[in-house]
């Protein structure tokens, strides 16, 4: 007997909207409005949803949505593209809701951006999955807030991190600072771990893996689940030094223009300095001066290679 099935066709205007949810912010975001359009089909018992084609205005964005999601008992067939045509790098910005990305608010972007994502998994022939990433990423930093500048870690500064036994506490890093160690006085062994671990083409690229992050939408495709993340290193130490630990939508977004913030007005050597003397060695244990001595009683200067790449 077939399934009943309901077309959609219309258009939305929303107005002043709150957004709430742990997953989206650790606050409300909003109030947010834009402008929709969808023709869908669903099935009533849910099983199945087919986009034929969507578009939403948020200020000066445009994204443009289609595709099809089928949850049958014993299938699951994901497809679709998701587009966002070239858009200056500030309305992208400005059409975030408010509180979503609370802590880059005040930076001014130049350039533009935009996304063509297009994925296909079926549950029966998984080694078909496909997944298509383009981006346009030509934004540049104009103007940023004293309390954004890479540079202020130039200096001695305070960041929140956790304890041995878990709790919150601030902790001093920066050059001067007792567990401070200049890349002059690391062994050179470190990147060489560094990079064969956590980021192999951290030289080649401008802060974003995109192929990596192709390879993390398929694997996450796959499991059903958010199974693999394709964070770089300058990523990782753009979490590390400016957010919290909370899994947000926010949060990975912010992370996002902090990196491309590092990337512009950092050097690759300062940033593998920065990550290498604040990245979490083991409980409470931050840098590899401090995890160096730690671990092998030694200067992080002396390090082997085999030590590296166990730290």
């Not at 869908?40 to 999601?69: I, K, N, P, Y």
């Not at 935009?114 to 990433?133: C, E, F, M, S, W």
């Not at 103007?143 to 956790?162: G, I, M, N």
């Not at 979490?280 to 671990?295: F, I, S």
């Amino acid at each position: 007997e077939a399934l009943a099935t309901v077309a959609l066709d219309g258009k939305l205007s929303v107005h002043r909207l709150l957004l709430q949810g742990a997953a989206l912010s650790t606050q409300v975001a909003g109030p947010w409005s834009f402008d929709a359009s969808l023709k869908a089909r669903v099935r009533l018992d849910g099983s199945e949803l087919t986009v034929t084609s969507s578009e939403a205005h948020f200020g000066e964005v445009r994204a443009e949505l289609s595709g099809q999601v089928v949850t049958a008992p014993g299938r699951r067939h994901v497809e679709g593209r998701l587009r966002v045509p070239l858009s200056g790098c500030q309305s992208v910005l400005e059409a975030m809701p408010n509180g979503l990305l609370p802590l880059v608010g005040g930076l001014r972007l130049s350039g533009s951006f935009g996304i063509d994502l297009q994925v296909r998994y079926d549950l029966k022939a998984p080694q078909d999955t496909r997944v298509v990433l383009s981006v346009q990423n030509e934004c540049r930093v104009q103007d940023v807030p004293a309390a954004l500048s890479p540079h202020r870690f130039e200096r001695p500064f305070l960041r929140e991190v956790k304890g041995p036994d878990g709790s919150p506490m601030s902790l001093e890093s920066g050059p001067g600072t007792p567990s401070w160690v200049s890349i002059d006085d690391m062994s050179k062994h470190l990147e060489t771990a560094l990079l064969i671990c956590e980021d192999a083409g951290f030289h080649s690229h401008g802060g974003f893996d995109f192929r990596a992050l192709e390879n993390a939408i398929k694997d996450d495709l796959k499991q059903g689940r958010f199974a693999r993340g394709a964070s770089t290193l300058s990523m990782q130490l753009a979490k590390n030094l400016y957010l919290g630990k909370e899994k947000t939508l926010g949060r990975k977004l912010q992370e996002a223009v902090l990196t491309m913030l590092l990337e512009q007005q950092l050097d690759k050597r300062r940033i593998l300095e920065l990550y290498l003397n604040v990245v979490e060695l083991g409980p409470g244990l931050y840098g590899v001066g401090d995890a160096a001595q730690y671990y092998f009683a030694t200067p992080a200067r002396a390090l082997t290679l085999g030590q590296s790449l166990y730290l």
